[in-house]
């Protein structure tokens, strides 16, 4: 299946404490780059969470990020009651040393640091649930790639049937070409009134017909184009191979425009590189 590098998607999954909300972006590159955020509560499992992306993804630069959006209801706060005998402690060796001291407000005490707790959530709690938020956001994005992929497919298909179209235009050129120069070849000869047997000049047009043979370029072509074709079926990973068989077209289309010596080639050969570049914009945002 043809499958796009480039997506989004989110999921979230609500449990009694919380919602773990998953983002993930992703957009074309080279190899598989995977970039974490995550909230410190999950951090020992960031492993885990790479390992379940890299099942599904194997090229793209992907960001993930993973959030916890505490319940209100169960953000309920409490006084430490650590922190109270801590202070109880020392209001009594401040007494003792400064007996007019004031003690302590109920305010003073609020506002110590780590007075007020809230109540803390069970972190395998969290894990599942960021687990199934991660899982949904990865099969939304896996739709969304396919998505574009099918749309990808699609022009590259359109742009491989011009290419066959344009191979098929400059075959019946060749002998055409071969025929015109040998015209203007005895032509020449006449009007420079130079002496010159039939045997030279058959020699001086196989020469150049061998100059301009580009029958090994069209074969190529065509092969490469319909092996193109042929991935975009199959079920492997495809953008890869895409790239590979789009520098061999280039080539060829290259060897072919070098070759070229009439202005029909010439434009057919332009035109071939024009649709062989379409293409592979289109192929460096397949997976």
Known sequence: MTTSMTGFAT????????????????????????????????????VKFRRTLADFLKR???E????????????????????????????????AQCPGAAKLSINDIL????????????LETLVTAAEESLSAAIND?????????EKLKKIIQEKANRIKVL??????????????????LKDRIKQLNIEA????????????????????????????????????????????KLDF????LNREANTLGSKSTNIGTTNIAMELKVAIEQIREQVQNIE
């Open 11 to 46: 999921a979230s999954c609500t449990t009694e404490f919380a919602t773990i909300v998953t983002d993930i972006k992703c957009i074309n590159h080279r190899y598989l780059d995977l970039q974490f955020k995550i909230p410190e509560e999950l951090r020992q499992h960031e």
């Open 60 to 62: 793209g630069k992907v």
């Open 64 to 95: 993930c990020k993973i959030s916890i959006n505490q319940n209100h209801d169960s953000a309920q706060k409490q006084v430490s009651n650590q922190v109270l005998q801590n202070l109880k402690t020392l209001q009594k060796n401040v007494a």
């Open 111 to 122: 506002r110590w640091p780590g007075a007020i707790q809230e109540n803390s959530i069970e």
């Open 141 to 149: 994005l896996n739709i969304a790639r396919n998505e574009e992929g």
């Open 167 to 184: 191979i098929q235009d400059v075959k019946p050129r060749i002998p055409e070409i071969v025929s015109s120069y040998e015209i203007k």
């Open 197 to 240: 047997s039939e045997d030279r000049i058959a020699q001086e047009v196989v020469m150049y017909s061998t100059k301009v043979d580009i029958e090994e370029e069209i074969q190529r072509l065509e092969a490469h184009t319909s092996s193109l074709l042929d991935i975009l079926e199959s079920k492997e990973a495809q953008g890869k």
């Open 245 to 248: 068989l789009m520098q061999e």
